[in-house]
Antibody, heavy 119, light 106 residues
Framework: QVQLQESGPGLVKPSETLSLTCTVSDYSISSDYYWGWIRQTPGKGLEWIASTYRSEITFYNPSLKSRLSMSVDTSKNQFSLNLGPVTAADTAIYHC????????????WGPGILVTVSS | DIQMTQSPSTLSASVGDRVTITCRASRSLGVWLAWYQQRPGKAPELLIYDASILEAGVPSRFSGSGSGTEFTLTISSLQPDDFATYYCQQYSDYSTFGQGTRVEIK
């Protein structure tokens, strides 16, 4: 059973960079799947952020692309997200998830981490 | 951007009811649409992909249909576990989600 767990600061100041890590257990992130991030807010619902395949191919949400980067650390079986500079609109629950190669559906999700952007 | 519109936003139903949720896309998706269930405080769970294929382990009372711009999720006989929020997701062009349909107890 694939398990994903998000980690990172729960509070980020406006104009700073939000950095999150997803640790994957019981499955190698070097296998044939994409790994991605989705965020959730009461106002905008679920919003796909980005997906990456071994750092070789990365897709970013066009509306966020200029502020985004993703990376993969296969030695730690982790992947990470950097988003910045942030504003209050980036306050959300951030989920990491596994995405299938054929068809961009997310079949395993982490429980999510609440990140608040506030001074 | 492809916009996804779900209806209704909230649905009140009783155990045993047949329930249908609709998702409409701003342009044709083919069959590149998925449905997820989310319970409070939990992550979404994949129910259906490619419009009508049931994910392994999902009860057969869930079914999906449609193609192009109009899709439906049907629960044939609502069970207590099914009171949750349901989201559609298009993956024809990047990925966007519907705003969700909350299924509540009548």
């Amino acid at each position: 059973q694939v398990q994903l767990q998000e980690s990172g600061p729960g509070l980020v100041k406006p104009s700073e960079t939000l950095s999150l890590t997803c640790t994957v257990s019981d499955y190698s992130i070097s296998s044939d799947y994409y790994w991605g991030w989705i965020r959730q807010t009461p106002g905008k619902g679920l919003e796909w952020i980005a997906s990456t395949y071994r750092s070789e191919i990365t897709f970013y949400n066009p509306s966020l692309k200029s502020r985004l980067s993703m990376s993969v650390d296969t030695s730690k079986n982790q992947f990470s997200l950097n988003l910045g500079p942030v504003t209050a609109a980036d306050t959300a629950i951030y989920h990491c998830a596994r995405r299938r190669m054929s068809g961009s559906v997310f079949d395993y999700w982490g429980p999510g981490i609440l990140v608040t952007v506030s001074s | 951007d492809i916009q996804m519109t779900q209806s209704p936003s909230t649905l009140s139903a009783s155990v045993g009811d047949r329930v249908t949720i609709t998702c409409r896309a701003s342009r044709s998706l083919g069959v590149w649409l998925a449905w997820y269930q989310q319970r409070p405080g939990k992550a979404p769970e994949l129910l259906i992909y490619d419009a009508s294929i049931l994910e392994a382990g999902v009860p057969s009372r869930f079914s999906g249909s449609g193609s192009g711009t109009e899709f439906t999720l049907t629960i044939s006989s609502l069970q207590p576990d099914d009171f949750a929020t349901y989201y559609c997701q298009q993956y024809s062009d990047y990925s966007t989600f519907g705003q969700g349909t909350r299924v509540e107890i009548k």
